[in-house]
T-cell receptor
Framework: RKEVEQDPGPFNVPEGATVAFNCTYS??????FFWYRQDCRKEPKLLMS???SGNEDGRFTAQLNRASQYISLLIRDSKLSDSATYLC??????????????FGKGTKLSVIP | DGGITQSPKYLFRKEGQNVTLSCEQN?????MYWYRQDPGQGLRLIYY???????QKGDIAEGYSVSREKKESFPLTVTSAQKNPTAFYLC?????????????FGPGTRLTVL
């Protein structure tokens, strides 16, 4: 079974804190990796792709360790607007030239004033 | 504005009735997808389509059917054979089915079967 595992949280942190989310995936043949953000009762939206060399977008840093099959997301200087559920997503080849995304259950973050 | 629309936002149906959820996109994307999300669960793939007049089953296709007669439209029918249809249904699209293309999601339809 192809799975993506995340700590469900919730993570309750004060404004300005640094918070890290972890994710593991079971399929070593996974091709690409993403973090999506989902606000309460809304649709998921892409936050950032995750590259082997690690990548940063403002206050957000994503890391990938293929050997350990581990993905992380670091949020620095947390804002109230960062409160959401963060979904770890992995793309895997599913045959016939197509790829499927496998979603983790998400980690809920609440940033407290 | 380009995007994906789903209608209705909320849908209530009696047990045993078929219901069709609408999904339309004007992004000129070839690939479209249907997911189901249950509370505390990850999104699960129901069906996907790589091109017009073609679609494949995802992980949980039983009790669902789709059609792809137009590039812009990918309606999902929840049939009476679906044992537990109450859920949040999300439609998505991408340029093509690729490991690297972003999937864009519609706002979702919340289906409640009474």
């Amino acid at each position: 079974r192809k799975e993506v595992e995340q700590d469900p949280g919730p993570f309750n942190v004060p404004e300005g804190a640094t918070v890290a989310f972890n994710c593991t995936y079971s399929n070593s043949a996974s091709q690409s990796f993403f973090w999506y953000r989902q606000d309460c009762r809304k649709e998921p939206k892409l936050l950032m792709s995750v590259y082997s060399s690690g990548n940063e977008d403002g206050r957000f840093t994503a890391q990938l360790n293929r050997a350990s099959q581990y993905i992380s997301l670091l949020i620095r200087d947390s804002k109230l607007s960062d409160s959401a559920t963060y979904l770890c997503v992995v793309a895997q080849y599913s045959g016939a030239g197509s790829y499927q995304l496998t979603f983790g259950k998400g980690t809920k973050l609440s940033v407290i004033p | 504005d380009g995007g994906i629309t789903q209608s209705p936002k909320y849908l209530f149906r009696k047990e045993g009735q078929n219901v069709t959820l609408s999904c339309e996109q004007n992004l000129n994307h070839d690939a479209m997808y249907w997911y189901r999300q249950d509370p505390g669960q990850g999104l699960r793939l129901i069906y996907y389509s790589q091109i017009v007049n073609d679609f494949q089953k995802g992980d949980i296709a039983e009790g669902y059917s789709v059609s792809r007669e137009k590039k812009e439209s990918f309606p999902l029918t929840v049939t009476s054979a679906q044992k537990n249809p109450t859920a949040f249904y999300l439609c998505a699209s991408s340029i093509v089915t690729s490991a690297y293309n972003e999937q864009f999601f519609g706002p979702g339809t919340r289906l409640t079967v009474l």
